[in-house]
């Protein structure tokens, strides 16, 4: 089967692969149609390696798809061949001690699409389990379907700061992962969200969304913003998104006392924690990884509208021009947050 092969950094080709095509009793087969490049996969291209994850074989890249089931296992009764499906890419050991307590996210043994040494998903069919295959709506496109995957991460992420209706928000960072945390923050009960960055054209994008406001921090001061729009006060939860080791300098006087910051982007190196910032005003932090439980929320706040990831879609790619659609989103212009690949 021909896939999107990365070979070792910066060595990327479209050629056949074995891989498995064995229908498991609980799996379903999917022709996949729609995969957002991450930026997890751009960082295997140009770099080989995130920390300890070492692409040593070639490994086919990819993990936010959507698709049509083509078959399915004996035992399954949640989806039959033509219904259009998008998949959680990570598929854990249901009997770890981690899935038994609720948090398959951080099963140790999870096998996770295009986290070596395992394959990704930028491949025409895959076997996936069906329980991490969920079912789209009319209403959803396979594009959105796709940005299902990114999306999951700002519903984790807004889950675990508890916020409450009227909350004030604050996204540092204007990347995929910012914007859809923002729209998160805001389908969960924020009434304005402040989202900063340096780019201008995606906080346009951004800014086009009803009450999430832009701020370029080249040309203007965000905790000044904030400040303004709190009364001093600060914000009740803040997201930092951004992975940048510079954002948490002052991470802290975003958040109003009592408020939560959650930890969202993955910074390169260790970063200098402000313990006694964070202290004097009681903020309760969270870290998230990856995300469990979210997917039908996530298609649910699609449907529904409440959520519109289209304007995020920036450029789409034939499967045979894949190599140039990684190139593409390599280059990281500021007017692009999400490039898919598309097959027929
Ligand atoms: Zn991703």
Redesign the pocket.
Known sequence: MKALVLEKAHELRLRDIPLPTELGPDDVKIAIRTV?I????VHYYQHGSIGSFVVREPMVLG??AAGVVTAVGRNVTSLKPGDRVCME?GIPDWTSRASRSGLYNLDPSVRFWATPPYHGCLVPEVIHPANLTFKLPDNVSMAEGAMV??LA?GMQAVTKARITPGAIGVVIGCG?IGIVTALAALAGGCAEVVITDMQQEKLDIAARYPGLHSVNISKQDPLAKVRAMTDNWGADVVFECSGAQKAYENLFDFAAPGGTVVLVGMPQGKVAYDVVAAAAKELRVEHVFRYANVYDRAISLLSSGKIDVKPLISRTFPFEQSVEAFEFAAKGQPNVVKTQIVLE
Request: hydrophobic residues 10%.
């Open positions: 957002g991450c930026g997890s996969d993990h936010e890419p995957e990114p991460v995929t």
